[in-house]
């Protein structure tokens, strides 16, 4: 009878599930069991998934009884995976709780009665628990447990099925035999086999009794590890009440989380004491991570319990996201990203400490092989070039961006000669002076921000200007450029470390090179202190997003208009809109909405604009009240909020420079605006009234560029409304500090009975910077 329930549950499941499976299981490959992944984004080929949920996942705080939301998360998750067409199987724990609360529920119950069948009232005295003995609990609450589970994986049309097993079960090669039989069974009729000790029955475990090459069934870690490996499982994912594994207790000052942990790393481990419930503890998920390591099986272990995660820990893991500790049996050559980060930290330490004039040797080092060296970089640069060629995926406009030339090259290295020379003054440099008693002056005075994470597309022109400007602030700084541009990246960052070493700073500027994703690198919160991506509106938006307590400088959108007043001269318009569209319609401060005033429809300069604007090959798309003074008008917008990035643009009319304003305001992204008047008043409203972070008066969009700006090169352009604002040069990688020095001066002595006073007097600052004075 339960063989058929079970062939009717998974035929109804598999019907409602086979387009979908059928659809992922073409995506998924299934690895020859023998070795496990080696890195985490391939964990998006598991097909067989384990997860384990341990004592302290599953039970409550008190210890007698389920954590129903938590288990109900983690039941969508795997139910949720199993309907992509993934194998998964559950390894619980949580019978001995389950049947803890039932048992007391049943003893006090009981106690109620009899007392109040002796008493002959109700009034019901103290009544004081026996002691349960596991064994019972657990017999107690594998059927409630089941059944729990049953109700739960039904809602997401799954079926379930309970497995128990013990110790004998693999070490009895017949039972072992029978065991993955009846699981690959299950698995094949798309059923989640629910599997656990038969704690009712199983004995304590027995100390060092690990047979050769086979772990022991000591706990529900050695369990999934055991069956992981026997039932050939790509992946096992351990959860618990932890993030992961640590170098050191969680808690302790030092205490790291490992991200990645490798089978030589043991001895650098620390333990401490086992979670509240449960028989095992890190030390034991090691071990068992470890042998299912080495018998095939990736594993991972992460928290389970943190209400922020649980709802998608799973599928994070699965999805190769940096999540808890990945076990890994290859070590890569190089540094992990927090190792290096840690190493551009205090590298960047000891750069903010250079004289400016060293940090500007450096950048002028880094400007001069730029040219002498040109050869070597521009053979990387053609690698890059005919490989994205021959792969056919990259657009003209993101080709171009890839290609460096030997004029390109020139235009660096003078941008890098004028960031040298604002070097000269800008960490350490006095901005504001107040002697605020007397013997006690107060300071604030430029300092760097930290470690700065770079994220850029195909544009390695970017690599050398954004490291100068790191190096003039002081800055450490990680980078991480588009893999279409790795050769052209790798030689210019070598440049870039031989100019560092000049000074035994070398360490300061990281290329990361490794194949972590950009999610990942923007969950280090704790490591970086700013994020700059450099590429696509997209880019712009998923770093904004996945950024977790980092700030992000930049802008997700370049939506540029440009205003033709009512007074505009014909030339200027005709020059500026050509410019603002054409000259590089790719770029952020390219026209994206060209506003023109009513009086200009049905004149000569309207006719110009169009057929200038024709002649180029500019696609319009008129907004709605400009396509509605035309019998036969061009595409009408979809909306009046596009960033095109091409040679396209929208058309609309307005009635004056105050609705051009108004739509700039509700339609634009702050970035850059431009009007086109001859009536001075009417440019001075514009300009006052206009909160974008670049307003040009009869100028191309175009000029909205730290190097037209005169800042030598710029990290961004930010839309943001603090700190830094429009193309971001060496300002604005920038912060400040402030020193107070004293000669023993307290609070109190400024208190009432106290026999100073405040004295607040601003002092000059036209003074050497910081640390290069002599003493007061």
Known sequence: MLLRRLALCSRSSLDLQRPICQLFSRQLTQVAHGSSFAHRSELRQAKRIVVKLGSAVVTRGDECGLALGRLASIVEQVAMLQNQGREMMIVTSGAVAFGKQRLRHEILLSQSVRQALHSGHNQLKDMSLPVLEARACAAAGQSGLMALYEAMFT???????????????????????????????????????????????????????????????????????????????????????????????????????????????????????????????????????????????????ANGTNPKVTGHVITDIVEGKKVGTFFSEIKPAGPTVEQQTEMARSSGRTLASLHPEQRSEIICNLAEMLTERKEEILAANKMDMDLAVNAGHLPQAMLKRLSLSPS??????????????????????????????????????????????????????????????????????????????????????????????????TEAVQLVSTREEVEDLCRLDKMIDLIIPRGSSQ????????????????????????????????????KIVRDSKCDYPAACNAMETLLIHRDILRTPLFDQIIDMLRTERVKIHAGPRFASYLTFSPSEAKSLRTEYGDLE???????????????????????????????????????????????????????????RFGLGAEVGISTARIHARGPVGLEGLLTTKWVLRGDGHTAADFSEHGTMKYLHENLPVTQPLAGQRDSN
């Open 155 to 301: 809602q997401y049309s799954t079926c379930t099925a309970q497995v128990l097993v013990t110790n004998l079960d693999f070490h009895d090669d017949e039972k072992r035999q029978n065991l993955n039989s009846t699981l690959q069974e299950l698995l094949r009729m798309n059923i989640v086999p629910i599997i656990n000790t038969n704690d009712a029955v199983v004995p304590p475990p027995e100390p060092n009794s690990d047979l050769q090459g086979v772990i022991s069934i000591k706990d529900n870690d050695s369990l999934a590890a055991r069956l992981a490996v026997e039932m050939k499982a790509d992946l096992l994912i351990a959860l618990s009440d932890v993030e992961g594994l640590y170098n050191s207790p969680p808690g302790t000052d030092d205490a790291k989380l490992i991200d990645i942990f490798y089978p030589g790393d043991q001895q650098s481990i620390t333990y401490g004491t086992k979670s509240r419930v449960g028989i095992g503890g890190m030390e034991a998920k090691v071990k068992a991570a470890l042998w299912a390591l080495q018998g095939g099986t990736s594993v991972v272990i």
């Open 539 to 574: 880019l712009v938006r998923d770093i904004q997003r996945a950024a977790k307590g980092i700030p992000v400088m930049g802008h997700s959108e370049g939506i540029c208009h440009v205003y033709v007043d009512a007074d505009a001269s014909i030339d200027k318009v005709i």
């Open 649 to 707: 643009c929208c058309m609309e009319v307005v009635d004056s420079m105050q609705e051009a304003v108004d739509h700039i305001h509700k339609y634009g992204s702050s970035h850059t605006d431009v009007i086109i008047t001859e009536n001075e008043d009417t440019a001075e409203q514009f300009l006052q009234q206009l909160d974008s972070a670049c307003v040009f008066w009869n100028a191309s969009s175009r000029f909205a560029d730290g190097y």
């Open 408 to 505: 390109k090259l020139n235009s660096l290295a003078i941008g890098l000669r004028q960031i040298a020379v604002a070097a000269q003054d800008s960490v350490g440099r006095v901005l504001r002076r107040t002697r605020v008693a007397h013997n006690l002056e107060l300071e604030q005075i430029t300092v760097p921000i930290g470690v700065l994470l770079v994220i850029f597309e195909a544009r390695p022109d970017c690599l050398p200007q954004v490291a100068a400007l790191a190096i003039a602030s002081g800055n450490a700084l990680l980078l991480k450029g588009g893999k279409e541009a790795a050769n052209t990246n790798r030689v210019l960052h070598q440049l870039t470390q031989e100019a560092l070493s000049l000074h035994r700073v």
